[in-house]
Every structure is written in C-alpha cells, then in structure tokens.
C-alpha cells in the first residue's frame, strides 16, 4: 500500500473514494512506461490481455460511469462495446490508435470524470444505459470504478511481468518482498515444489 494511503488521516468518504481511484488510475499507467509499441499491444493471454486494451477498456467505463450514467455524456468517439461494434473492440488498440491517443482520451476522461465526481453529492442517482437493474448512485459508481481498475491493474500487474520481468506497485514503491533475480528463482522453486507435494499427497 503507498505511503500517502496509509498516511491518510479523518474522514471524507468523497476525497477517500477519490484517492483510491486516482491511485489505481496512477498504478495501470505505470505499467505502459518503457515499452515498445509492440509490448504495449501484445495478447499475453489466451483471450488477448494486452496492456494498451486494458487502458482502453477502464477509459470506455470511467466515460459510461461517470457521463453517460450522470447526463453528462463525455465528447469522444464511443469506446464501449455496442450495438454492431465488433465484439471485445474496447479491449485492444488497433495499429491506428498510438499511445498517445489512447492515454490522452483517458487522461480527458479523469477530468471529466473528476467534474461528476466534484459537483454532485455522494447519493446523486443515475442510470447506467444497460440492464434491468440500472439506477446507483455517485458513491456506488465510484466503488464500481475503483474495483473495476483495481482489478484492471492487477491484470497489468501480470502480464508487465510476463513481458519483461517488471514488478511492482508503482514508480519509488514497488512493495515486493527483498531479493535478487537468483532469491526470486529459489522462491519460485519452493513454490513449485509444494505444489508437487500437495498434488502428490491429494
């Protein structure tokens, strides 16, 4: 956990909301710096995780949540998955949408998203445009938001790891357990090793 987290003192469940999204936004693009346009793009799963397409992603559900949701629709082409737009087209980049597009449009979609948030009291009601059950609130808006990037950067977590070996909670704070490339390899050994054992033992 970063240090400006822990050091938070009283309580404004607005400004905490807040915080934590801001530092999950922080967090998912961390991720991105150093790599090639390659990298940045390249399906590190079988379903095609890719680290620009997860930024694309939360950019598309920050404008729903916070815009559409609120009367407050965000100017820029839609990003989300809908109507005939080809399924899953929120979660990569094409070769035509550069970094800088894809991270600026996010970075458009925080101020507006800050605005919303800004300007209307925690128990505000709006409606999500899908599902039977669409009406929330501000505040249930922003714990959605702050799960859905959360669990976003954690993704990104993995598959930067996968790519070149980076690891870490964000720039200056990596929070992982000290050691070098040859303590890693012998701790990954012994978790490999257990799991032997307790599917042997099963």
């Known amino acids: 956990m970063s240090g400006r987290l822990v050091a938070m003192t009283g309580s404004d469940p607005r400004e905490d909301l807040h915080l934590y999204l801001q530092d999950a936004r922080d967090a998912l693009l961390w991720k991105l710096e150093g790599l090639s346009e390659y990298d940045l793009r390249r399906p590190m799963t079988a379903t095609g995780t890719n680290l620009l397409g997860l930024v694309k992603h939360v950019t598309s559900a920050e404008a729903v949540y916070f815009g559409d949701t609120f009367g407050r629709p965000f100017d820029a082409p839609q990003l ?29 979609v925080w101020a507006h998203s800050d605005a919303t948030i800004e300007s209307l ?19 249930r808006a922003l714990v959605h938001m702050i799960a859905e ?11 930067r790891e996968l790519i070149d070996g980076t690891v ?26 257990a799991a032997k054992e307790a599917d042997r033992g099963a």
């Open 80 to 108: 989300w998955t809908a109507g005939d737009a080809e399924p899953n087209s929120d979660m990569w980049a094409t070769a035509d949408e550069t970094r800088e597009q894809i991270v600026g449009l996010y970075r458009r």
């Open 168 to 193: 870490g909670l964000r720039e200056g704070s990596d929070n992982m357990a000290p050691g070098d490339a040859a303590w890693w390899e012998n701790h990954r050994s012994r978790l490999e090793q």
């Open 121 to 139: 009291h925690l128990d505000a009601v709006g409606r999500v445009p899908w599902g039977s059950r669409n009406e929330v609130t501000l505040h």
């Open 149 to 159: 990037t959360d669990r976003h950067v954690g993704h990104a977590d993995i598959v």
